[in-house]
């Protein structure tokens, strides 16, 4: 084979690559937005899961906070009790 036509074969391999690449692109620019959105929604639902769990945390260590506190005040209840009945036994 000549120069020529090696040069000609490339250019027209370089041609056909070409072509197919942009069919490709055209064909799946559709594909790639939707995996783009897909992949967009996952961070969002990602993002929204690890804010859930970190409010159950909050939640969790607000209500082992208040259940300290429920008892303190039941407590204090109890000993208000014990003593109204000590006063009413006095009288």
């Known amino acids: 084979m000549t120069f020529d ?15 197919v690449y942009g ?5 799946l620019k559709p594909l790639t937005q939707r995996l783009e ?3 967009e929604s996952i961070r969002d639902t990602s993002n929204r899961l690890e804010q859930f769990v970190k409010d159950q ?11 300290g506190e429920h008892k303190a005040i039941n407590q204090r209840i109890d000993e208000l009790e014990d ?9």
């Open 5 to 19: 036509r090696w040069i000609e074969l490339i250019t027209v391999t370089l041609g056909i690559c070409g072509s």
């Open 23 to 27: 069919v490709l692109r055209v064909l």
């Open 37 to 39: 959105d897909v992949a």
């Open 57 to 67: 945390y909050s939640i969790k260590e607000t209500l082992a906070v208040s259940r």
């Open 83 to 91: 003593d109204v009945k000590e006063l009413k036994e006095k009288n």
